[in-house]
């Protein structure tokens, strides 16, 4: 993937979905694992996240806060929906609600 095709192709949503993914799997983070492991067969005491800070997002995960509407309702699949034929009328008040 080039530099240019991130300027000018990638969506600004792809990008920041892209930035979240990284963020709870960064680039070389198995390898870290691995050498952890390692590490603590040979004795090393510590959890894998405390010798290795990028393992944190591994080992603790950030808690869900519950469903974004707001970005439901700007993603693909809602405007797929939106053009489906055939199917029942979603009412937006009571899928808001339910949040």
Do not use: C
């Not at 990284?22 to 070389?28: D, M, R, Y």
């Not at 691995?34 to 393992?55: D, E, R, S």
């Not at 995960?61 to 979603?90: C, H, M, N, T, Y």
Request: proline letters at 6%; aromatic letters at 16%.
């Amino acid at each position: 993937m080039t530099v240019d095709f991130l300027l000018h192709e990638m969506r600004y949503e792809e990008l920041l979905g892209w930035f979240a993914y990284l963020g709870q799997k960064p680039i070389g983070w198995r390898g870290y694992d691995q050498t952890a492991a390692l590490l603590q067969a040979q004795g090393a005491k510590g959890k894998p996240w405390a010798l290795f800070p990028i393992l944190d997002p591994i080992y603790n995960p950030p808690k869900e806060e519950g469903f974004d509407i707001k970005g439901f309702k700007s993603s693909v699949f809602f405007q797929k929906l939106q053009g489906a034929k055939g199917g029942e009328v979603l009412d937006y008040e009571q899928l808001e609600s339910r949040v």
